[in-house]
């Protein structure tokens, strides 16, 4: 398909297209765990800050929970810090409609304080998302952050099935349009979409959110994110999503480096300030040596990511857990078996929690050799519609054998708990903070308290050895130099006319 007329402009006539920035939250979070601290992310906030994004999304819940538990950082003080030192861009942070890092349910109480104290902390824009599309939940949480002074973009995430049509994602962006949202995003977590299915999607979707600017999020699993772009702003998308290229392709985003100029060439217009890019990705590949971590590799065509659909982002926490308990070499088996759990609980899209409760059902099914013999908590309350209704009736065999456990049926007249500030305030005393209090409902306590006792990382991401071989072979080579380097410090001496 051409994307320009006869005067090479892009199809539709030149158009301005506004990127979202992944750099500082999905692109660590599908490449290095979320483990990306503030000693990390804030040399580079300035040059993000500086580029001309429309939006950089900077933190969700679970980041939270990493930042504590495993790199023993204060994530409130991180939150802090990287918004102060991008005060030209608005920052966005992601939340689950009735969850906060759990997988389970959380108070409407906490939800909502969570995200006005987000929005003390610099947060001017929330992606909303909910795979169930509870919208009493959402509409909450939207008034919550414009009442704020926030703008709220409720998410739909994208699953390939016989009844996640056009039609039903149409009817579901008319719904969050009526709740008086800023936006609408559409993710795209697996990578699943194809150009042909993008081009309808999309349409459906712009169109049934009229004056709304719809954004697009599709994470690059099967190497057709940077494809599914052009196609998305040629259907009307007016923003993409991207990071650097060392945190993107592959489980995570396009880059914003190749979304640009892809972007351009099409005819289309990106206001950006491509100077920034560099010194970025240089920052990226110096944390990537120093931390060894990975760097974006691009993904292979798989035909298999349409049976198991597993998002870009649990992929390799998938595998790392599996190979902890020595299981790595039935990694493929799980995934065979989590299409046919995902067929039987009613198409969840797969995003948290749904992901992660189809995951777990079925590496217990593999590993216990008899299917559904063992049932998290979360599947059963899953089961008896607290988490919302599914877009497809659940297999009754199976849901058969869920019940008829004693402890699927303490369910039935359960509700969630709905506990106010003040009782919850009381189990850790009436003087925390609200800022402590979040912190320390998200975290096991133990955590907390070993984070505080942790003194705070600092590191110096000077030039890489590699880099410091480069500019003394290009100083030698050029002008004759000698470069002297310690400890990533380094004194030049020029000779000659130069």
């Given at each position: 398909?051409?994307y320009?007329?006869?005067?090479?402009?892009?199809?539709?006539?030149?158009?301005r297209?506004?990127?979202?920035?992944?750099?500082?939250?999905?692109?660590?979070?599908?490449?290095?765990?979320?483990?990306?601290?503030?000693?990390?992310?804030?040399?580079?906030?300035?040059?993000l800050?500086?580029?001309?994004?429309?939006?950089?999304d900077?933190?969700g819940?679970?980041?939270?929970?990493?930042?504590?538990?495993?790199?023993?950082?204060?994530?409130?003080?991180q939150?802090?810090?990287?918004s102060?030192?991008?005060?030209?861009?608005?920052?966005?942070?992601?939340?689950?409609?009735?969850?906060?890092v759990?997988?389970?349910?959380?108070?409407?109480?906490?939800?909502?304080?969570?995200v006005?104290?987000?929005?003390?902390?610099?947060?001017?824009?929330?992606?909303?998302?909910?795979?169930l599309?509870?919208?009493?939940?959402?509409?909450?949480?939207?008034?919550?952050?414009?009442?704020?002074?926030?703008?709220?973009?409720?998410?739909?995430?994208?699953?390939?099935?016989?009844?996640?049509?056009d039609?039903?994602?149409?009817a579901?962006?008319?719904?969050?349009v009526?709740?008086?949202?800023?936006?609408?995003?559409?993710?795209?977590?697996?990578?699943?979409?194809?150009?042909e299915?993008?081009?309808?999607?999309?349409?459906?979707?712009?169109?049934?959110?009229?004056?709304?600017?719809?954004?697009?999020?599709?994470?690059?699993?099967?190497?057709?994110?940077?494809?599914?772009?052009?196609?998305?702003?040629l259907?009307?998308?007016?923003?993409?999503?991207t990071?650097?290229?060392?945190?993107?392709a592959?489980?995570?985003?396009?880059?914003?480096?190749?979304?640009?100029?892809?972007?351009?060439y099409?005819?289309?217009e990106?206001?950006?300030?491509?100077?920034?890019?560099a010194?970025?990705?240089?920052?990226?590949?110096?944390?990537?040596?120093?931390e060894?971590?990975?760097?974006?590799?691009?993904?292979?065509?798989?035909?298999f990511?349409y049976?198991?659909?597993?998002p870009?982002?649990?992929?390799?926490?998938?595998?790392?857990?599996?190979?902890?308990?020595?299981?790595e070499?039935r990694?493929?088996?799980?995934?065979?078996?989590?299409?046919r759990?995902?067929?039987?609980?009613g198409?969840p899209?797969?995003?948290?929690?749904?992901?992660q409760?189809?995951?777990?059902?079925?590496?217990?099914?593999?590993?216990?050799?008899?299917?559904?013999?063992?049932?998290?908590?979360e599947?059963?309350?899953?089961?008896?519609?607290?988490?919302?209704?599914?877009?497809?009736?659940l297999?009754?065999?199976?849901?058969d054998?869920?019940?008829?456990?004693?402890?699927?049926?303490?369910?039935?007249?359960?509700?969630?708990?709905q506990?106010?500030?003040?009782?919850?305030?009381?189990?850790?005393?009436?003087?925390?903070s609200?800022?402590?209090?979040?912190?320390?409902?998200?975290?096991?306590?133990?955590?907390?308290d070993?984070?505080?006792?942790?003194?705070?990382?600092n590191r110096d991401?000077?030039?890489?050895?590699?880099?410091?071989?480069f500019?003394?072979?290009?100083?030698?080579?050029?002008?004759?130099?000698?470069?002297?380097?310690?400890?990533?410090?380094f004194?030049l001496?020029?000779?000659?006319?130069?």
């Amino acid at each position: 398909m051409s994307y320009l007329d006869s005067a090479g402009t892009a199809v539709g006539g030149p158009r301005r297209i506004e990127i979202i920035d992944q750099t500082l939250r999905d692109g660590p979070q599908s490449w290095w765990g979320m483990k990306l601290r503030k000693d990390m992310g804030l040399p580079m906030a300035a040059e993000l800050d500086r580029t001309g994004f429309h939006t950089i999304d900077l933190v969700g819940s679970s980041i939270f929970e990493v930042l504590a538990r495993h790199c023993r950082e204060d994530p409130w003080e991180q939150l802090i810090s990287l918004s102060r030192a991008m005060p030209r861009t608005t920052v966005r942070a992601g939340t689950r409609s009735n969850g906060i890092v759990t997988f389970g349910l959380t108070a409407d109480s906490v939800m909502d304080l969570w995200v006005q104290r987000l929005c003390a902390h610099g947060i001017g824009s929330f992606w909303i998302y909910d795979g169930l599309f509870n919208t009493d939940k959402i509409g909450r949480l939207v008034k919550t952050a414009q009442a704020e002074g926030a703008a709220a973009v409720p998410c739909i995430l994208y699953a390939d099935s016989p009844f996640h049509t056009d039609e039903y994602y149409a009817a579901r962006t008319r719904e969050l349009v009526a709740l008086g949202a800023d936006g609408i995003e559409l993710e795209d977590a697996a990578g699943l979409l194809t150009p042909e299915r993008t081009r309808t999607l999309v349409a459906a979707i712009v169109g049934a959110a009229g004056d709304l600017p719809v954004e697009i999020h599709f994470h690059s699993n099967n190497a057709l994110a940077p494809l599914n772009y052009l196609e998305g702003v040629l259907a009307g998308a007016r923003r993409v999503h991207t990071a650097s290229r060392p945190l993107a392709a592959g489980v995570s985003l396009p880059s914003t480096e190749n979304t640009v100029a892809n972007l351009r060439y099409a005819g289309f217009e990106v206001d950006l300030d491509e100077t920034r890019f560099a010194p970025v990705e240089e920052h990226l590949l110096r944390v990537a040596e120093y931390e060894d971590l990975p760097v974006g590799t691009p993904a292979e065509y798989s035909l298999f990511l349409y049976r198991h659909q597993l998002p870009g982002g649990m992929s390799g926490t998938f595998k790392d857990q599996l190979r902890a308990r020595g299981m790595e070499d039935r990694f493929e088996e799980v995934l065979d078996e989590m299409s046919r759990v995902r067929e039987e609980l009613g198409y969840p899209v797969m995003a948290t929690p749904f992901s992660q409760l189809v995951g777990t059902q079925a590496v217990l099914n593999v590993v216990t050799g008899k299917r559904y013999s063992v049932v998290p908590d979360e599947v059963m309350i899953y089961a008896h519609g607290f988490y919302g209704k599914p877009v497809a009736p659940l297999d009754q065999e199976v849901l058969d054998v869920i019940m008829a456990s004693p402890k699927a049926r303490s369910y039935t007249d359960w509700e969630p708990p709905q506990p106010s500030l003040d009782e919850l305030r009381e189990r850790f005393g009436s003087g925390i903070s609200d800022d402590e209090l979040i912190l320390r409902l998200l975290v096991p306590e133990s955590d907390v308290d070993a984070m505080r006792a942790t003194p705070t990382r600092n590191r110096d991401f000077a030039p890489t050895t590699k880099e410091m071989r480069f500019v003394r072979e290009l100083v030698e080579t050029s002008v004759g130099a000698y470069l002297h380097i310690e400890s990533g410090d380094f004194s030049l001496t020029l000779h000659g006319d130069h």
